[in-house]
């Protein structure tokens, strides 16, 4: 049985471009509602938000902020996932992104907090045509 999410990433700010390094950067941020249908079952009596869950919000900013030279790219890994505190409902995940070419591929690089600071880090690799 797989669980919605409904959390949904909002723009803080537009991808914009370090012409420089090449990277790419965006903000994003996330509303944890109370009413998150993965609240049921972890924990009934102590909520925190699975850290899959919170990949998954990573993954849709990122997506939602493709650098326009990376078109047509679909995730090919989670290259790093790092859970440095627990995120409770409520809360506003604060992800911010860089993109990097590298080589054929795109990385991006998400550093994810809230209120309290720091909850997670992730890299995701990006390739052409990679399939889900």
Same mark, same amino acid.
């Given at each position: 049985?797989?669980?919605? /999410? @409904?959390?949904?990433? =909002? #723009?803080?700010? *537009?991808?914009?471009?370090?012409? %420089?390094? !090449?990277?790419?950067?965006?903000?994003?941020?996330?509303?944890?509602?109370?009413?998150?249908?993965?609240?049921?079952?972890?924990?009934?009596?102590?909520?925190?938000?699975?850290?899959?869950? /919170? @990949?998954?919000?990573? =993954? #849709?900013?990122? *997506?939602?902020?493709?650098?326009? %030279?990376? !078109?047509?790219?679909?995730?090919?890994?989670?290259?790093?996932?790092?859970?440095?505190?627990?995120?409770?409902?409520?809360?506003?995940?604060?992800?911010?992104?860089?993109?990097?070419?590298?080589?054929?591929?795109?990385?991006? #690089?998400?550093?994810?907090?809230?209120?309290?600071?720091?909850?997670?880090?992730?890299?995701?690799?990006?390739?052409?045509?990679?399939?889900?």
């Amino acid at each position: 049985m797989t669980t919605a /999410v @409904l959390a949904r990433p =909002r #723009t803080v700010r *537009e991808p914009g471009h370090d012409t %420089g390094t !090449g990277k790419w950067s965006a903000r994003y941020s996330v509303v944890i509602d109370a009413e998150e249908p993965v609240f049921a079952g972890h924990y009934p009596d102590f909520p925190i938000f699975p850290g899959v869950c /919170v @990949l998954e919000c990573v =993954r #849709t900013a990122a *997506e939602t902020s493709v650098p326009p %030279g990376a !078109g047509g790219v679909r995730l090919a890994s989670v290259e790093s996932g790092r859970f440095l505190a627990a995120v409770h409902p409520g809360d506003v995940l604060d992800i911010e992104l860089v993109w990097e070419p590298r080589g054929s591929d795109w990385r991006c #690089t998400a550093k994810v907090a809230t209120g309290r600071g720091p909850a997670a880090t992730a890299r995701l690799r990006y390739r052409h045509g990679a399939a889900r």
